[in-house]
């Protein structure tokens, strides 16, 4: 099983699961293996659940959890938030958007929001 991050709320993704194409946000996406469970931040993509129940993830970047020292975290946050206060064209300010929303994301993924 797997349970991604879609823009709806969190889904869970079993064997015979109805064919479905969901947007994921950036969040958590946890797969369970048996009693393993090994939880990677997504920035954010597509999951594609087939008729024949299997799930194709596409996301632009996935890391385990492990490898994010939250002081970094935090500082790529404030300097997203200082770059959207100077930001002065639609594209300066769309990725300084973008990193508060990935950065906030991964705060909270990480238990620290």
Known sequence: MIIVPATTGQM?????????I???KPGIMSVHEGSEVTQYFVSGGFAFVHPNSVA??????????????P???RKGL???NA???TAST???KAEAQIGIQVHS???SSLGLS
Do not use: N
């Open 12 to 20: 869970g993704i079993l064997p015979g699961h109805v064919p479905t």
């Open 22 to 24: 969901a947007e994921l």
């Open 56 to 69: 194709d993830v596409t996301v632009v970047d996935a890391y385990p959890l492990d490898v994010f020292d």
């Open 71 to 73: 002081e970094e975290v």
């Open 78 to 80: 404030a300097e997203f």
């Open 83 to 85: 770059k959207s206060s």
């Open 90 to 92: 639609d594209a300066e």
């Open 105 to 107: 994301a991964l705060l």
